[in-house]
């Protein structure tokens, strides 16, 4: 049951199955900060590409990017790494529509040019299903049409030391100070929040809005090119907000989740969480820097 993109299911999935369903975020009463993406048509697989990036040969599983559990197993063998999905890929499709749609800033909205899969451990995916699955437990959140655990997508922006993601450069660089990279390999950690001020405390950041994310991008080395992460989120309960709350260090009790809402405090939303495990990187997004 590997953590790997794949597009939005109500129903749990099967024990033996080769990748459960990563997030398609979609727009529901109960849910103020999701993001409404339209489902995908049924196309013909000669205009858009349906197969497994690992073997290239048969045909991914239903919103998957892999076709079964041997080629999971084959991606993870060189994780912690990251995978092109070919511009023909449905899912790049899906990801590079969900970028534009969710651009609010008034400025120009950029193009996706290239998108990684990134694969992790077997091991860092464990944990995450694991805190999933037990926030699914008391949420319900199957039942109520929503992903496990109320699992989402969400941006994040952050810095590269290095030109990671770049054309011709598909390598994770070696600096141990790289927050980018460090990411991709490792996860998050809630530790390198540091001492910084954060509106609604110490967690991790990110948000349905690709514009708010791109703000918190950047790159220490010359490039045309910017990058964001596209992350699994576990949302959970999320609490609604629109004032600051500096001092958190997590949600309020029976909450996994706080959702900063705009009309305050905010001009865009925000998802925060407080668990290292209630989020993992799932794609690394790269266009041109917005001018």
Same mark, same amino acid.
């Given at each position: ?32 900060? $999701?993001? +409404?993406?339209?489902? @995908? /048509? *049924?196309?013909?697989?000669? %205009? ?8 290239? #040969? ?20 060189? $994780?912690? +790494?990251?995978?092109? @999905? /070919? *511009?023909?890929?449905?899912? %790049? ?8 749609? #969710? ?189």
């Amino acid at each position: 049951d590997p953590i790997l993109p794949t597009t939005n299911t109500k129903k749990k999935a099967p024990k033996k199955a080769a990748a459960t369903a990563a997030p398609t975020p979609a727009a529901t009463k109960g849910n103020p900060t $999701a993001v +409404a993406v339209p489902p @995908l /048509p *049924h196309t013909d697989s000669r %205009f858009i590409e349906r197969l497994c990036i690992q073997c290239s #040969t048969v045909d991914s599983a239903p919103g998957s990017v892999f076709c079964g559990a041997d080629c999971v197993f084959q991606a993870r063998a060189r $994780a912690p +790494a990251l995978m092109a @999905l /070919p *511009h023909g890929h449905y899912m %790049f499709r899906t990801i590079a529509d969900l970028f534009t749609q #969710t651009w609010q800033h008034p400025t120009n909205r950029p193009t996706i040019q290239y998108i990684y899969v990134i694969v992790s451990t077997e091991e860092y995916d464990r944990m995450y299903r694991a805190y999933r699955a037990g926030v699914e437990s008391v949420g319900n959140f199957l039942s109520q049409g929503l992903n496990e655990g109320n699992e989402q997508f969400r941006w994040h922006g952050t810095t590269r030391e290095c030109r990671v993601g770049d054309p011709g450069n598909p390598s994770l660089c070696a600096s141990t100070s790289c927050p980018m990279c460090s990411i991709i390999r490792y996860s998050f950690d809630i530790e390198r929040f540091g001492p910084r001020w954060g509106r609604f405390g110490k967690g991790i950041y990110t948000s349905a809005v690709s514009s708010k994310s791109n703000d918190y991008q950047k790159t220490l080395q010359a490039t045309d090119w910017s990058s964001l992460l596209l992350n699994n989120v576990v949302i959970g309960n999320g609490y609604h907000i629109q004032s600051n709350s500096d001092t958190l260090l997590q949600p309020p009790s029976g909450y996994d989740s706080i959702s900063g809402l705009p009309g305050q405090a905010l001009n865009y939303e925000e998802t925060v969480v407080y668990r290292n495990d209630a989020i993992r990187p799932a794609y690394l997004v790269i266009y041109l820097t917005p001018q």
